[in-house]
């Protein structure tokens, strides 16, 4: 199968937090997104190469340096329900530039 173009769901970003908390993941916790100014709002998720890529461009006068590329970006482990920054983070935030 072509996991690029797989029909398999891609998780919301809704389920993607509620199973990050359960993880012990922060990556989402109210303390964090205020910090960043995000909400949960802000991100999407993205299946790419059959890998789940959670993302969301900067807010609020976050803008320095970016040039249209996610500020926030990470793998999500659908088994184990963590995230991480991927090997290839810049090469995903060229992809999913603006």
Same mark, same amino acid.
């Given at each position: 199968?072509?996991?690029?173009?797989?029909?398999?769901?891609?998780?919301?970003?809704?389920?993607?937090?509620?199973?990050?908390?359960? %993880?012990?993941?922060?990556?989402? &916790?109210?303390?964090?997104?205020?910090?960043?100014?995000?909400?949960?709002? &802000?991100?999407?998720?993205?299946?790419?190469?059959?890998?789940?890529?959670?993302? %969301?461009?900067?807010?609020?006068?976050?803008?320095?340096?970016?040039?249209?590329?996610?500020?926030?970006?990470?793998?999500?482990?659908?088994?184990?329900?963590?995230?991480?920054?991927?090997?290839?983070?810049?090469?995903?935030?060229?992809?999913?530039?603006?």
């Amino acid at each position: 199968m072509n996991t690029a173009t797989s029909k398999t769901r891609c998780p919301t970003i809704a389920e993607i937090a509620r199973r990050n908390e359960q %993880a012990g993941g922060h990556y989402f &916790d109210p303390g964090t997104l205020r910090f960043f100014g995000q909400t949960l709002g &802000d991100f999407r998720a993205r299946r790419i190469a059959g890998r789940v890529i959670v993302y %969301a461009f900067t807010h609020k006068g976050w803008n320095i340096g970016f040039a249209g590329r996610p500020s926030s970006l990470a793998e999500y482990n659908e088994t184990t329900g963590e995230t991480r920054t991927p090997a290839d983070a810049q090469e995903l935030k060229e992809l999913l530039k603006r």
